[in-house]
Antibody, heavy 119, light 108 residues
Framework: EVQLVESGGGLVKPGGSLRLSCTASGFSLSDYNMNWVRQVPGKGLEWVSSISSSGSYIYYADSAKGRFTISRDSPKNSLFLQMNSLRVEDTALYFC????????????WGQGTLVTVSS | DIQMTQSPSSLSASIGDRVTITCRASEDVSNYLNWYQQKPGKAPELLIYGASSLQSGVPPRFSGSGSGTDFTLTITSLQPEDFATYFCQQSYKIPPWTFGQGTKVEVK
């Protein structure tokens, strides 16, 4: 069974850092394009970052550029999101999501990890 | 960036109703339009990709249509498990992948 499990969320002060992790099972992360998508509870979805299967192509939303870094550890089959200089507006549920290559649809999704940025 | 606009933002419907949700892109996305369903406390799940292709395991009462800038998600006979929030997403001019703001389908 394909499964994604996120961890690493929590409460952090503005300006602080967090590192989110996503552990995959049932498939190899390095065979797929992987993404982080976030959602303010009760609100819409915002794509945050993407890493291609080869690792050669990395993209960030404007809101994440210069502050967030996506990476992966293939032997551990894990995806990461290093988040620095966190802002109150980064408060959201962060989902780890697999993406297809053909139609670029997202799925499956992890259950999400909650990041709260507050003083 | 391509902006995606859904309408309505919410709707009330009864079991057995036909429900239609529309999604408009700010520019041509061809047929690279996907629909997701999200239930409270759960992650989104793919319903339709490529504007009209039903994801495996999704009931045939769900259907999608459209191309270019205007798209529609239709539920032909609303079931109790269909009360949820629905999001459209363009996957044509990327990055960024952009989503509509969501349409919440509630019990009438």
């Amino acid at each position: 069974e394909v499964q994604l499990v996120e961890s690493g969320g929590g409460l952090v002060k503005p300006g602080g850092s967090l590192r989110l992790s996503c552990t995959a099972s049932g498939f190899s992360l390095s065979d797929y394009n992987m993404n982080w998508v976030r959602q303010v509870p009760g609100k819409g979805l915002e794509w945050v970052s993407s890493i291609s299967s080869s690792g050669s192509y990395i993209y960030y939303a404007d809101s994440a550029k210069g502050r967030f870094t996506i990476s992966r550890d293939s032997p551990k089959n894990s995806l990461f999101l290093q988040m620095n200089s966190l802002r109150v507006e980064d408060t959201a549920l962060y989902f780890c999501v697999r993406r297809t290559s053909v139609w670029n649809w997202f799925g499956p999704w992890g259950q999400g990890t909650l990041v709260t940025v507050s003083s | 960036d391509i902006q995606m606009t859904q309408s309505p933002s919410s709707l009330s419907a009864s079991i057995g109703d036909r429900v239609t949700i529309t999604c408009r892109a700010s520019e041509d996305v061809s047929n690279y339009l996907n629909w997701y369903q999200q239930k409270p406390g759960k992650a989104p799940e793919l319903l339709i990709y490529g504007a009209s292709s039903l994801q495996s395991g999704v009931p045939p009462r769900f259907s999608g249509s459209g191309s270019g800038t205007d798209f529609t998600l239709t539920i032909t006979s609303l079931q109790p498990e269909d009360f949820a929030t629905y999001f459209c997403q363009q996957s044509y001019k990327i990055p960024p992948w952009t989503f509509g703001q969501g349409t919440k389908v509630e019990v009438k």
